[in-house]
């Protein structure tokens, strides 16, 4: 047996290992470390150590789906049992005559340990049929080989540990032999039986196993470094670096900043090392692509493949360039799909759908031409432009992903570069960027006629009355979007019947700067928050009524990095609690079915799901049903992300909304964002559902329910 368990041979492979890795490791570091954009992310260190207990060790997002989340689990749980079985390896290789059994406890650690062996393979064999036999859609650009592969060697280091186990049990040497603590390796151990206790063969069946158990563990760690399972050893810290601002606020560079020499993202350099942790961390689930509305309805969007086509940029870095990696491309229709480096990727594409990998081979020729083919540029030659114009900053990915990458961020970060560096971007998103910069609303109609829907309404201007209680915050969708203004007139009507102190800015009132910031000019969205700040200063206001839920967001989250500190309420909120103090009464049956439409900035970047529920359910004669996805899984009507003004190819994101609210068999849809209400009224109108479906904010069904 000592012969087996040579203190040099383990050292040479451990070395070997830890050499190979940290090689690895260095190289991926050090591109982290050239990352330009500061992000600092080591505050707060209490709720990031809470954040790795709840992602982490409870697997909290994974355990939404309860197939993969279960099988994830079994593996994931079992592997943190079983090091200690590696341990244990290691110190009985480097130190002979150890024996674990001697250690307290050894016992109830023996038992975890085999019952955890018997999770990990269960879990493995779990994936195996998931990968291999279901086949689920969102496994599409997946590096599958690889994945088979690693759960293939997962299965072999642990059926081999199981086996070392087994025959030691076998040889009859005490305390082992008697295997009580080790049901499952004690039944292996039968197998062995016939070889006899004490045997040479026996011996040296358990030399093998040993070896191979500690042979497939260290090159496990090695060859993550080069895998797509390098998430097993980023997600730990890319989870406990998550972002702890509101989850709706985007980063906010500073332009005054000296040292400024570029604006947004066109190279790898130019993301933060917390993106290129993202980027070592995906774990090409396909969770972000399966609710992603972009993808869903053909655009050249997939949240997942933009992050390993950002990966596989890198890897093909630090392999030395463009023109040093090996690419395989596959034609596919007239485009190509190019992966880098490792040669991944099964060539397969989804009815209907491009994959952002697909990139003409003349816009790939051209942008390598431009930087000299040294390096593969990031927009052009990595990642489509119309990929990035694609996305309604819906945040699905990121709420959906497993280990918390940021994919809108980098999305956005890409615009900017378009946008302030390059002036490229929709046609459609220009001009409504022109109105917001020259009549202070991207609708580019007259700002003197933003308070023409109020003026029949009696409604107080603040430059009037500076003490009201609270600011409404009309918005320009409702002051200016003849379908939109329903709402402000509703809203008016029930704030006037609880007798809610409030006063409108009129004129004064200009573009928060969402639309432009999300487009991609976050220069000018700067210039319109300080102007709001300084105007909203001058009353002394400090409570909000906003019920767009992007004036929401953006008063609520992005506001207070300008000074501006109010307290935001969305009038869904506000009905609610006006409801339920009796200040309002509703009195008037309606008699319908409505379903209600989560708007994404005002649920999934907000959480704020539970009060436009509440109100409906107070309607007299509403019955309330739910959409097949709704809540945190909803999905975006398409407007978010500057969409609301650009063109969209077929088929649209808000058609296959309306069909979802058709689905529940509901006469009426409430919605809670202009935005919405918008998109809702064009895709049923477009779908010809004017007869079966209609759609209004919430706020004026609570109108017409008072009577």
Not at 76 to 105: K, M, N, R, S
Not at 414 to 424: A, F, G, N, Q, T
Not at 462 to 490: H, N, Q
Request: glycine share 8%; hydrophobic share 40%; net charge negative.
């Amino acid at each position: 047996m000592t012969a087996v368990l040579s203190p040099l041979a383990l050292l040479l492979l451990l070395g070997g290992a830890v050499y190979l890795s940290t090689m690895r490791y260095r190289k991926l570091f050090g591109l982290m470390q050239s990352a330009e954009r500061p992000d600092p992310r080591f505050d707060r260190i209490g709720e990031r150590i809470k954040a790795l207990g709840v992602y982490v060790l409870a697997q909290a997002r994974l355990l939404r789906w309860p197939y993969s989340g279960v099988m994830h689990a079994l593996i994931f749980w079992g592997f943190l049992v079983l090091l200690t079985a590696i341990l244990q390896a290691i110190v009985e290789a480097l130190w002979l005559g150890f024996h674990f059994d001697d250690v307290p406890l050894s016992g109830a650690l023996a038992l975890l340990q085999d019952l955890f062996a018997t999770l990990v393979l269960t879990g493995v064999v779990m994936a195996l049929i998931n990968r291999l036999i279901v086949r689920p859609i969102r496994f599409r650009g997946s590096h599958s080989r690889d994945a088979v592969l690693i759960l293939v060697w997962i299965g072999s280091l642990i059926t081999a540990m199981q086996l070392d186990y087994a025959t030691k049990i076998a040889e009859g040497n005490p305390p082992e032999a008697v295997g009580e603590w080790r049901p499952v390796a004690s039944a292996l151990s039968r197998i062995f039986t016939g070889l006899g206790a004490h045997s040479h063969a026996l011996e040296i069946f358990h030399g093998i196993f040993f070896w191979a158990h500690l042979t497939l563990v260290l090159t496990f760690l090695v060859y993550l470094g080069f895998s797509k399972h390098l998430h097993i050893i980023t997600s730990t810290p890319n989870v406990f670096f998550l972002n702890l601002e509101p989850k709706g606020d985007l980063p906010t560079p500073d332009f005054e900043a000296p040292d400024v020499e570029h604006f947004g993202t066109s190279k790898l350099e130019h993301l933060s090392w917390k993106d290129m942790l993202d980027l070592y961390t995906c774990t090409e689930c396909g969770r972000c692509q399966t609710h992603c509305p972009a993808y869903n309805t053909g655009k050249p969007l997939s949240p997942k493949t933009l992050i390993t086509d950002l990966r596989d940029l890198a890897y093909e870095k630090l392999a030395g360039g463009y023109a040093a990696s090996t690419h395989h491309a596959h034609q596919v229709e007239g485009g190509m799909w190019v992966t880098a480096e490792n040669g991944h990727g099964d060539g397969a594409a989804l009815p209907g759908h491009f994959e952002p990998s697909w990139l003409d081979p003349e816009q790939v020729a051209k942008a390598v031409e431009k930087v000299g083919g040294a390096e593969r540029p990031l927009i052009g030659g990595t990642i489509l432009e119309d990929t990035l114009w694609s996305c309604t900053t819906c945040g699905a990915c990121m709420d959906q992903c497993p280990v918390l990458i940021e994919h809108v961020p980098k999305i956005i970060d890409m615009r900017r570069y378009l946008v302030l560096e390059e002036s490229r971007m929709p046609k459609q998103a220009e001009q409504a960027l022109r109105g917001v910069e020259n009549q202070s609303n991207p609708y580019g109609l007259s700002q003197q006629t933003r308070a023409d829907w109020a003026k029949d309404l009696d409604v107080s201007f603040m430059k009037d009355r500076p003490d009201a209680e609270y600011l409404y915050w009309v918005g320009c969708a409702a002051s200016f979007d003849d379908r939109a203004k329903t709402i402000a007139t509703a809203v008016v009507k029930i704030l006037k019947a609880a007798g809610v102190d409030f006063a409108i800015l009129g004129t004064e009132e200009r573009c928060n700067g969402d639309p432009a910031r999300r487009i991609g000019n976050e220069y000018l969205f700067q210039e319109r928050a300080k102007e709001n700040v300084e105007l909203l200063s001058k009353y002394g206001v400090k409570k909000v009524i906003a019920p767009c839920p992007h004036c929401f967001n953006t008063f609520s989250n992005e506001y207070p990095n300008f000074g501006g500190h109010y307290e935001v309420i969305h009038h869904s909120q506000l009905i609610r609690q006006l409801l339920e103090s009796g200040r309002l009464t509703l009195t008037h049956p309606l008699g319908a079915t409505v379903t209600y439409h989560d708007s994404c900035y005002l649920g999934r970047w907000n959480d704020i799901f539970a009060p436009p529920r509440d109100i409906l359910e107070k309607i007299p004669g509403l019955t309330l049903v739910e959409m097949a996805r709704s809540k945190s899984e909803g999905m975006c009507c398409g407007a978010g992300g500057g969409r609301m003004w650009m063109e969209e190819g077929q088929p649209r994101v808000n058609h296959r909304r309306v069909q979802q609210a058709v689905a529940t068999e509901a006469t009426k849809v409430a919605t809670a964002c202009p935005f919405c209400l918008a998109m809702f009224e064009e895709g049923i109108s477009s779908e010809s559902l004017g007869d079966r479906l209609a759609v209004d904010d919430i706020s004026v069904y609570v109108a017409a329910a008072l009577g």
